[in-house]
């Protein structure tokens, strides 16, 4: 057995004094605070459907706490790592790395697109105006949402459906002041961090929204994220806008149509721009009165003319006349995709229905009952088509017409409460009509049977718009409903 020494032990002390001093050296490098960073933040897929696993993932640097907003686990996050997450809409998802006082972000966006068809087959989507879906809508009056929205930009709202089923809904006035525009995702909670400055816009099959800009002098651009891309000015003149239609078509061709009120008279101005911002054609400002618009399947448009050349008219997208038809049309005419007009007419005080082919021609025609006094929207899904009629000097009603009867006449007409001049009717895939009627919101059967109707005195409800998912949108003064079972 080894004996113990008294230099043994003092060894023994040295060495342990050496370890020791080896150790808290050590600490103290680790104790060095590394800077605050986020080195990455991704999202894989970027693009995807509805309901699909997208893993986010992010490496940081310095951070104590890491939290991702919106939310994408109920569990706190590491501060470098992965997950899985179901995403449902498209979204900036922001990561937030801290350190004591200290906090740094970064963001990424996920795009999504909802499963079961084109956003062009939804209503104020859809470029034919044939306010019609591929999918059902509710079938009671039960109302889901309202999101509030300042009402002090005039009475004129617009609603359009993104691919990934959210919701656009723009407010302006009639003259240049311009409006703004909120976007929601499906379940009412807003879909960017702020509000764009557009109004009166479209959704081209990319995703990018084209709008009136801030004063309505320009064409605003915004890519799907909400960033801008572009704009453009359409008004050097600083004319009195006093109405605008914006369409875009499968090409991504945006055609706009002005009405200017100048020297106590009223002018028209066509123009054509491609996606990238630059005026293709453009007509003079004439004395037209454009009334309607409907973009047909082969890159041509028709529009109905009421004052100095009334009739409708074709043009192809170089604003190039195809052909006319003489007479008195009226309102927004309605394509298909066989390239047949659906158009309000009026002759001698009758009113009718008229169907005519992608050259003009007559097809049929229905003539509604000595009592009409006017006509409004039009709804068309291929197999039904309802029209909103004037009765008399206030009656509203909503008929039925089916084209593949031997006979093709109104089939049945109910009567409506509400203005007339408000209404407006889209038809879902189960042939059922929502009829909005200013203070009212109805739903018929395709027999005519009221399903269910919903009361809004005092409103002023327009824009009916019915998503993929079956909810039913219509704007008031200074909420949007969304109706859904």
């Known amino acids: 057995m080894r004996s113990i020494t008294m230099k043994s032990v003092i060894t023994v002390i040295l060495s342990s004094l050496v370890i020791c001093l080896m150790v808290t050296c050590s600490d103290d490098d680790s104790s060095v605070t590394e800077p605050l960073e986020i080195r990455s933040f991704t999202i894989t897929p970027e693009v995807g459907q509805a309901g699909d696993l997208f893993v986010?993932?992010?490496e940081t640097t310095g951070a104590k706490r890491v939290w991702i907003e919106p939310a994408i686990s109920e569990q706190d996050l590491p501060v470098s790592g992965s997950v899985s997450v179901q995403v449902h809409y498209s979204a900036w998802y922001c990561l937030t790395a801290q350190a004591d006082e200290s906090t740094i972000t970064a963001r990424a966006w996920v795009q999504v697109s909802y499963p079961g068809g084109s956003m062009w087959d939804s209503p104020r989507a859809d470029t034919s105006n044939s306010a019609s879906s591929r999918w059902s809508g509710p079938s009671v009056g039960s109302l889901d949402w309202v999101y509030p929205f300042d009402d002090s930009f005039g009475d004129e709202r617009h609603i359009t459906l993104a691919g990934d089923n959210s919701v656009s809904v723009s407010l302006h006035s009639d003259h240049d002041d311009g409006g703004y525009m909120i976007n929601?995702?499906?379940?009412g909670l807003p879909k960017f961090e702020q509000n764009w400055n557009m109004s009166e816009q479209v959704i081209a099959p990319s995703g990018v929204f084209y709008g009136s800009g801030t004063t309505r002098k320009t064409l605003l651009a915004l890519n799907p994220d909400g960033s801008q891309r572009w704009e453009l000015d359409l008004n050097s003149d600083n004319l009195a806008l006093i109405r605008r239609a914006i369409y875009v078509n499968q090409q991504e061709k945006i055609?706009?149509?002005d009405m200017f009120h100048a020297m106590m008279q009223d002018y028209a101005r066509l123009v054509v721009i491609n996606s990238a911002g630059e005026i293709e054609y453009a007509t003079g400002a004439d004395h037209?009165?454009?009334e309607g618009f409907a973009l047909n399947g082969d890159s041509s448009f028709v529009y109905t003319e009421t004052i100095q050349y009334p009739g409708l008219h074709c043009v192809n997208d170089r604003l190039e006349p195809i052909w006319k038809v003489t007479g008195d049309f009226r309102g927004l005419p309605v394509t298909d995709e066989n390239r047949r007009i659906f158009c309000?007419?009026?002759q001698d005080n009758t009113y009718s229905l008229k169907v005519l082919n992608s050259q003009g021609h007559e097809i049929w025609q229905v003539f509604y009952p000595d009592s009409i006094r006017d006509t409004s929207s039009i709804a068309w899904n291929g197999t039904i088509m309802y029209v909103i009629l004037q009765e008399g000097s206030q009656g509203i009603l909503l008929g039925a017409i089916v084209p593949d009867q031997d006979v093709i006449e109104l089939a049945w007409t109910v009567p409506l409460q509400g203005h007339f001049k408000q209404s407006e009717v889209v038809v879902d895939s189960q042939n059922r009509?929502?009829?909005?009627?200013g203070e009212y919101i109805y739903a018929f059967d395709s027999d005519g049977n009221m399903l269910w109707q919903y009361s809004c005195p005092g409103e002023k409800l327009q824009a009916l718009t019915l998503s993929?998912?079956?909810?039913?949108?219509?704007?008031?003064?200074?909420q949007l409903y969304a109706f859904r079972d």
């Open 56 to 58: 986010f993932s992010w």
């Open 184 to 187: 929601l995702n499906p379940d």
């Open 255 to 257: 055609f706009v149509h």
């Open 288 to 290: 037209y009165f454009y």
């Open 344 to 346: 309000h007419f009026c």
């Open 433 to 437: 009509a929502y009829v909005s009627t």
């Open 468 to 478: 993929r998912d079956g909810t039913l949108y219509v704007a008031g003064q200074s």
